[in-house]
């Protein structure tokens, strides 16, 4: 069983105008969504307001990309994850199709 400390982390994230991104995802837990082709952050919030914990690295709490080939049960099996522009703003850039 893991803990949430073994959870996948988002090593770099690139989506500039997101209130939880200041020099890293400083979201407790992001979830990927399931969006037409797109492995979207569906935690990214657009504000002017800095949001989440300084002292907390980005984990990846639930992935609704089931076809993704790091996607056991809706979690992420990842050694990490990069979040940045693709179809959307904030693309889990290492989403990878089965």
């Known amino acids: 069983m893991r803990t949430l400390l073994q959870m996948t982390p988002v090593r770099e ?3 500039t ?11 407790p837990a992001i979830t990927v969504a399931s969006t037409g082709d797109a492995a979207s952050c569906a935690t990214f919030v657009e504000s002017s307001l800095q949001g989440g914990i300084a002292e907390v690295t980005g984990t990846v709490g639930a992935c609704a990309r089931v076809e993704c080939t790091y996607n056991t049960n809706l979690a992420c099996t990842a050694e990490s994850i990069s979040v940045g522009p693709g179809v959307t703003v904030s693309d889990c850039r290492t989403y990878q199709p089965a």
């Open 13 to 15: 994230c690139a989506a």
């Open 17 to 27: 105008a997101c209130s939880f991104n200041a020099s890293g995802c400083h979201a």
